[in-house]
T-cell receptor, first 113, second 114 residues
Framework: GESVGLHLPTLSVQEGDNSIINCAYSNSASDYFIWYKQESGKGPQFIIDIRSNMDKRQGQRVTVLLNKTVKHLSLQIAATQPGDSAVYFCAERRPNTGNQFYFGTGTSLTVIP | GAGVSQSPRYKVTKRGQDVALRCDPI?????LYWYRQALGQGPEFLTYFNYEAQQDKSGLPNDRFSAERPEGSISTLTIQRTEQRDSAMYRC????????????FGPGTRLTVL
């Protein structure tokens, strides 16, 4: 399943399928990006990050893709599990504003067993 | 090891009262960030410190909000003369480096102003 972030804030996928969560950022000067997972009642949890000099980074079951041309970031989760159900936020660091981090609205992922 | 802790976890106060929210970062972490998070939204930057120096406070909504980190460890976010619109979840995050990379978030303080 795939979301378009701000336009489709809810994504439902079957357990075992791959998930793609998208995020559009606005500032071309942003040099560092992070994906966070936030479960209900908890604080955001770091998943994976990527610098602007990279276009892909892989972690355990997760991959982040960065397309600077269109200012787009995506998080791919392989073999989605029920424990992946959460709200996912992307955050961008804008160095021309000090080291402020700006978070997107988030996408709610629901994994259907 | 211990993560970021915040206290109190819940605070209910009357309009006009001052409140102080505490953040205890991971030991040795250089940078400390304060955010405010509305329900269903991403965290909104308020201010951040590297060691004891406040680097940027441009996200603080107005001069009723202030923050300090006098010894480069524990930080306090103070809201004076609270208003109902201040009600929110206030979150603290710390990072090992001075650039805020890989921030670890605390559980937050839920502030309710009556």
């Amino acid at each position: 399943g795939e979301s378009v972030g701000l336009h489709l804030p809810t994504l439902s996928v079957q357990e075992g399928d791959n998930s793609i969560i998208n995020c559009a950022y606005s500032n071309s000067a942003s040099d560092y990006f992070i994906w966070y997972k936030q479960e209900s009642g908890k604080g955001p949890q770091f998943i994976i990050d990527i610098r602007s000099n990279m276009d892909k980074r892989q972690g355990q079951r997760v991959t982040v893709l960065l397309n600077k041309t269109v200012k787009h970031l995506s998080l791919q989760i392989a073999a989605t599990q029920p424990g992946d159900s959460a709200v996912y936020f992307c955050a961008e660091r804008r160095p021309n504003t000090g080291n402020q981090f700006y978070f997107g609205t988030g996408t709610s992922l629901t994994v259907i067993p | 090891g211990a993560g970021v802790s915040q206290s109190p976890r819940y605070k209910v106060t009357k309009r006009g009262q001052d409140v102080a929210l505490r953040c205890d970062p991971i030991s040795g972490h250089v940078s400390l960030y304060w955010y405010r998070q509305a329900l269903g939204q991403g965290p909104e930057f308020l201010t951040y410190f590297n060691y004891e120096a406040q680097q940027d406070k441009s996200g603080l909504p107005n001069d009723r909000f202030s923050a300090e980190r006098p010894e480069g460890s524990i930080s306090t976010l103070t809201i004076q003369r609270t208003e109902q619109r201040d009600s929110a979840m206030y979150r603290c995050a710390s990072s090992l480096d001075r650039y805020g990379q890989e921030q670890f978030f605390g559980p937050g303080t839920r502030l309710t102003v009556l």
